[in-house]
């Protein structure tokens, strides 16, 4: 069985940089793209970041573009999400979340049939 697990939030000033982890274990993982989301209180899950497994090609929504980073190390069965001038908005509970029995589209939460636990940002002065 696979399993998702995000490590890497904490607390930070705004304009601090952080880096999250999503670590896959369980069996050996070829997913079709992961994605990373976040969630705020009393709010919906938002994209803020995918790349396709194969190509690595990445897809960010204009609110993190320029800002953060998708990357993947396949050997490590890891996938990361390097976070730079962090704002206040930023905050929320951070998930990954795997593509692995059909493609959807990458935006939506609902074309993901695997997630971790969450981990939560927080970035505040």
């Known amino acids: 069985q696979v399993q998702l697990a995000e490590s890497g939030g904490g607390l930070v000033l705004p304009g601090d940089s952080l880096r999250l982890s999503c670590t896959v274990s369980?069996?050996?993982?070829?997913?079709?793209?992961m994605g990373w989301f976040r969630q705020a209180p009393g709010e919906e899950r938002e994209f803020v970041g995918s790349?396709?497994?194969?190509?690595?090609?990445?897809y960010y929504p204009d609110s993190v573009r320029g800002r953060f980073t998708i990357s993947k190390d396949a050997a490590k069965n890891e996938v990361y999400l390097q976070m730079s001038s962090l704002e206040p908005a930023d905050t929320g509970v951070y998930y990954c979340?795997?593509?692995?029995?059909?493609?959807?589209?990458?935006?939506?939460?609902?074309?993901?049939?695997?997630w971790g636990q969450g981990t939560q940002v927080t970035v505040s002065s």
């Open positions: 979340g795997a593509q692995t029995q059909s493609p959807g589209p990458v935006r939506s939460p609902l074309s993901y049939d695997l």
């Open positions: 369980g069996r050996t993982f070829s997913p079709i793209a």
């Open positions: 790349i396709f497994w194969v190509n690595e090609i990445t």
